[in-house]
């Protein structure tokens, strides 16, 4: 089902423009960005928002939080992303295919399918670091 076959609510308005300023976000982070404007939005509402979205293929799934939390990614294409082990950035990549031939076959029998997540330290991370 299409978001526009279901009614569109402030909060549902309100995630998508969160998701669309990030590119990435957790449902915490999406309510933290919210209650500037909507002071009593629950974190149940969030994600029940999100979950609608997600099933509907209004936005995707990017790799987890450090927390462990579902993470949402505006680009529902399939697509690689980065990391930051420090301060848990995320960022959409493109993995050349000669890099998956080469990972492909170092694993053996498995093999690689689906989106690839490469983690590292960002470049503020690195110039904090060395800093």
């Known amino acids: 089902m299409q978001l526009a076959d279901r009614r569109t609510t ?3 308005t309100g ?3 969160v998701i669309r300023l990030r590119g990435h976000a957790t449902n915490a ?3 933290l960005a919210l209650r500037e404007e909507f002071p009593t939005v629950s974190a149940t509402t969030i994600h029940r928002v999100t979950q609608r979205l997600y099933e509907d293929g209004e936005i995707g799934r990017a790799p987890k939080a450090s927390d462990g939390s579902c993470r949402y990614d505006i680009n529902t294409e399939p697509h690689d992303h980065f990391v930051c082990g420090l301060c848990d950035l995320v960022k959409d990549i493109a993995i050349p295919h000669a ?3 080469i990972i492909q076959c ?3 029998d ?3 399918s689906g989106p690839l997540a490469v983690s590292g330290t960002c470049g503020n991370c690195k110039k904090a670091w060395i800093s």
Do not use: D, H, T
């Open 99 to 101: 890099c998956r031939s």
């Open 106 to 108: 170092n694993v053996g």
């Open 10 to 12: 402030k909060y549902v």
């Open 110 to 112: 498995c093999s690689v």
């Open 15 to 17: 995630v998508m423009k």
């Open 29 to 31: 982070e999406i309510v």
